[in-house]
């Protein structure tokens, strides 16, 4: 497992952006793993928003935010980012980053949180309208 914390949220304007990082701690490098984010709003199931394979950097994310998030990495500072532009009041929710290191046949697969197995603390996002 690889320690992993969130930070970059906040309270933001409808329309507004924010960019949301995820470090990994310690001696892990997170250039093996492929890291996602999801959020969590009150009463609410966990959410996939995004990832990004350890392989070739290459990305995912579901048309609820596909134009609007993109999610990337830098292995040099071992982190991974969520720029989230054209913020609506529905992207209110806590964020979550996660990794794994599993590799699985399918985009679907990373849409699930149990399949991921490091998760960070979350950061909060709040966006007013």
């Known amino acids: 497992q690889v320690q992993l914390v969130e930070s970059g949220g906040g309270l933001v304007q409808a329309g507004g952006s924010l960019r949301l990082s995820c470090a990994a701690s310690?001696?892990?490098?997170?250039?093996?793993?492929?890291v996602g984010w999801f959020r969590q709003a009150p009463g609410k199931e966990r959410e996939f928003v995004a990832v990004?394979?350890?392989?070739?950097?290459?990305?995912y994310l579901p048309d609820s935010v596909q134009g609007r998030f993109t999610i990337s990495r830098d292995n040099a500072k071992n982190t991974a980012y969520l720029q989230m532009n054209s913020l609506r009041p529905e992207d209110s929710a806590v964020y979550y980053c996660?990794?794994?290191?599993?590799?699985?046949?399918?985009?679907?697969?990373?849409?699930?949180?149990?399949?991921?197995?490091?998760w960070g603390q979350g950061t909060q996002v709040t966006v007013s309208s």
């Open positions: 990004v394979y350890w392989r070739r950097g290459s990305t």
């Open positions: 996660a990794a794994t290191n599993r590799l699985y046949s399918g985009s679907y697969y990373y849409r699930l949180p149990s399949n991921f197995d490091s």
């Open positions: 310690g001696r892990t490098s997170l250039s093996s793993y492929s």
